[in-house]
């Protein structure tokens, strides 16, 4: 599976971005795909995550402001991003593995190249 992250730009605190990973692969319903962040100077952290039956799991920096979806006949996962903040400021990536969602960056098989979230106050 090949990921290709995008969406990512320079907004304004309060703002909104969706970012989208696109997978290459037939069977990419059966992959769950998270989406993580690394900030400068920080460690890549869990921010959303969807199963291949639709669960979902948020961090809670995440959770009421962040939506994951997806869209299984364009290959595709979205990450709406709503109400943003300075300290969204990060790399987002995206990231897949089979079946279950997890929350840990070594539990995922799969990584896209990241899109550059740039959040100003």
């Known amino acids: 599976v090949q990921l290709q992250a995008s969406g990512g730009g320079l907004v304004q605190a309060g703002d909104s971005l969706r970012l989208s990973c696109v997978a290459s692969g037939r069977t990419f319903e059966r992959y769950a795909v998270g989406w993580f962040r690394q900030a400068p100077g920080k460690e890549r952290e869990f921010q959303a995550a969807?199963?291949?039956?639709?669960?979902?799991n948020y961090a809670a920096s995440a959770k009421g402001r962040f939506t994951i979806s997806r869209d299984n006949s364009k290959n595709t996962v979205y990450l709406q991003m709503n109400s943003l903040k300075p300290e969204d400021t990060a790399i987002y990536y995206c990231a897949a593995r089979l079946w279950a969602m997890m929350t840990m960056n070594g539990d995922y098989d799969y990584w896209g190249q990241g899109t550059v979230v740039t959040v100003s106050s």
């Open positions: 969807i199963s291949w039956d639709d669960r979902t």
